[in-house]
């Protein structure tokens, strides 16, 4: 439970990630006592899940490896089965410094899903060439979309309230750049609130990074397709339904406002 | 009725019922990526099936129609060939689940009886 009474769960999708685990989840339970975690192993072929449920998280096992996206929906659906108020996503090789996490609690007031961005005066990430004017323009294309600035659209950094939870536990995509990009642009499409919070990124603590200079032009080419499907697909209704202005959401801010009230009376 | 007439319509039935499937959320990227591509490729040579008549005499094909229907059996072995193999790779994953599942069970019973030991491997 947060000082404010939410229940927190932090979703670490992980992918052979054994030699960082520990130090992250440490600096998790140090700094964020209030929270719970959950590590999904995704198929890993080394200790992962030993390491993770060793350090004291909840671990859920997937049979053979789904991607990120996959990694999630089972996150978003342990969320919604234990009822969580809150669901943060962290990167389990420790570049996501937790200690920004009550940061991003603190705007889901504003907002049904808050992401953390490099690239905004906080710390000095840095991309160059091509890669990084491809990332430009997608991030102008994704702002338009969610009608708030958005510097950093694959930033898997994020935090969402309940009725996201219920809606990613519904509907995920397991696509490149879907899991950060495509699910975005389907939550603000439904209408859903984004922001972004400025954060600093580290540096890999193990393991090599994945970006190339040379596959700049192949990243456009994905993350213009990706975009295109993102925009010309249709949401299904029951989805929709979920989104701000629905009878569903009401519900949801009326037990907000009563659950506030209890608090400040009792 | 003229032949681009046939060919022109089955080239844009085709597009937009590939596009309608992509925007009802019934491909995956992977499948959309290579449909659309075939899509784009077949809708104008349906137009101006005469189109590729150049390119057909170049490489030794009497003409555009005969290179079309060529291509378009190597397109259709070669999308086949893909299936398969996918199918493969599905079946190997239900496998991986269907022990899963026997796995689960089997120590769901044994920490049920008191006398089948309980313990996690
Ligand atoms: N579940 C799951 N998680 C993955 C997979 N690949 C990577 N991850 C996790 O996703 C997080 C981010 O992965 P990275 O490879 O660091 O990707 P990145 O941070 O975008 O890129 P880098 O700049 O290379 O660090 C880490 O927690 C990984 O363990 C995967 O296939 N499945
Ligand atoms: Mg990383």
Not at chain 1, 94 to 111: C, F, T, W
């Amino acid at each position: 439970m947060t000082p404010d009474g939410r229940s927190v769960l932090i979703i670490l999708p992980a992918w052979n990630e054994a030699d960082g685990l520990s130090a992250v989840l440490g600096e998790i339970k140090q700094q964020l006592p209030y929270v719970d975690t959950l590590v999904v192993d995704d198929g890993s072929s080394d200790r992962t899940a030993e390491v993770a449920a060793a350090a004291g998280s909840a671990v859920a096992r997937l049979s053979f490896n789904l991607g990120v996206g996959g990694a999630m929906r089972l996150g978003y659906r342990y969320a919604r089965e234990h009822g969580y108020d809150v669901a943060v996503q962290v990167d389990a090789d420790g570049q996501h410094d937790p200690s920004y996490v009550p940061a991003l609690l603190a705007h889901l007031g504003e907002a049904d899903l808050v992401i953390g961005a490099r690239f905004c005066g906080e710390g000095e990430y840095k991309v160059r060439g091509p890669r990084r004017w491809a990332m430009q323009l997608l991030s102008a294309i994704v702002s338009r979309i969610a009608r708030t600035r958005l510097s950093d659209t694959t930033s898997g950094f994020r935090a969402c309230n309940r009725p996201l939870i219920e809606f990613f536990a519904r509907w995920y995509p397991v696509e490149y750049l879907g899991d950060t990009v495509e699910s975005l642009v389907a939550a603000a499409r439904c209408g859903f609130a984004v922001r972004q919070v400025p954060v600093a990124m580290r540096a890999r603590t193990t393991g090599r990074p994945s970006a190339s200079p040379v596959k700049a032009m192949i990243y456009l080419v994905r993350a213009g397709l990706v975009l295109l499907l993102a925009v010309i697909r249709r949401m299904p209704k029951e989805l929709r339904e979920l989104a701000p202005g629905s009878p569903a959401y009401a519900a949801y801010l009326e037990e907000l406002l009563a659950r506030r009230q209890l608090a400040a009376e009792g | 009725m003229q032949l681009s007439t046939l060919t022109s319509i089955t080239g844009i039935v085709v597009l937009a019922y590939i596009l309608e499937l992509l925007r009802r959320q019934q491909l995956r990227e992977k499948y959309a990526a290579i449909w659309l591509c075939i899509g784009l490729v077949v809708a104008p040579l349906g137009f101006f099936p005469s189109l590729l008549d150049s390119t057909a005499r170049s490489v030794g094909v009497a003409s555009g129609v005969s290179l079309v229907l060529f291509a378009g059996f190597v397109l259709v072995l070669l999308v086949s060939l893909h299936l398969s193999w996918e199918a493969s790779r599905l079946e190997a994953k239900t496998r991986t689940l269907a022990e899963d599942v026997a796995l689960i069970r089997s120590q769901l019973a044994e920490s049920a009886t008191p006398s089948g030991g309980g313990e996690v491997r």
